[in-house]
């Protein structure tokens, strides 16, 4: 069975640019996480989708949006970059059962010059 | 303030020795789950536990829930060099609505490192 695959591995933009972050989940799984591991502070929760909607957003500014598609795929956008946002990007997919069982992908390094 | 406290931060032991990783909150779970993560890549779900008092096992790992779900560990038997690597608790709080709900919340990671 294949994992959740994140693309691409790594990108490169310079500050004010936008980024665009691709995931897709585990076959059935409905719903996708992101989080931000940026170094020395831990991974930090970000969105939250599912079924198409989103159900909850981390303590992050708007610049910081997503959707997900009718395939549960999800993409992430940052707008008008900062160097700060330099960090690990990863999507998780799961169930959205009571136990919230999250599956990581291998991330998406984002580098800001 | 970190609501999930992981300890130690770090650890360095010789092949063969034995371990334990902590992981304390004074919030109750519903669940929590213990990561491993490699450099660069994503973290790989080892175990989810569920159940207060609840004892998995995976080979020379074990895992354990606190009686009150507060708090669990992580114990490693004769550790090995292929068990170095980062280890992530991450706890849910299950609360619908409100700020947690949906999110795993994460300690601060103990990098083990063992050495042959």
């Known amino acids: 069975e294949a994992g959740v695959t994140q693309s691409p591995t790594h990108l490169i933009k310079t500050r004010g640019q936008q980024a665009t972050l691709r995931c897709s989940p585990i076959?059935?799984?409905?719903?996708v996480y992101w989080y931000q591991q940026a170094l020395g502070l831990g991974l930090q929760f970000l969105l939250w989708?599912?079924?198409?909607?989103?159900?909850n957003r981390g303590n992050f500014p708007p610049r910081f949006s997503g959707r997900q598609f009718p395939n549960y795929s999800s993409e992430l956008n940052v707008n008008a970059l900062e160097l700060e946002d330099s960090a690990l990007y990863l999507c998780?997919?799961?169930?959205?059962?009571?136990?919230?069982?999250?599956?990581f992908g291998p991330g998406t390094r984002l580098t800001v010059l | 303030t970190q609501l999930l406290e992981q300890s130690p931060q770090f650890l360095s032991i010789q092949e063969g020795e034995n371990l334990t990783v902590y992981c304390n909150s004074s919030?109750?779970?519903?669940?929590l789950q213990w990561y491993r993560q490699e450099p660069g890549e994503g973290p790989v779900l080892l175990v989810t536990?569920?159940?207060?008092?609840e004892v998995k096992k995976l080979k020379r790992l074990t895992f354990q829930f606190g009686d009150a779900r507060k708090d669990s560990s992580l114990h490693i038997t004769a550790a090995q060099p292929g068990d170095t690597g980062l280890y992530l608790c991450?706890?849910?709080?299950?609360?619908?609505?409100?700020?947690?709900?949906?999110?795993?919340?994460f300690g601060q990671g103990t990098i083990l490192t063992v050495h042959p």
């Open positions: 998780a997919s799961g169930l959205w059962v009571s136990y919230n069982e999250q599956f």
């Open positions: 076959s059935g799984h409905t719903s």
């Open positions: 989708y599912d079924e198409g909607e989103e159900r």
């Open positions: 919030s109750v779970f519903s669940s």
């Open positions: 536990v569920v159940t207060g008092g």
């Open positions: 991450a706890g849910y709080l299950g609360k619908a609505g409100g700020t947690s709900y949906g999110k795993l919340t």
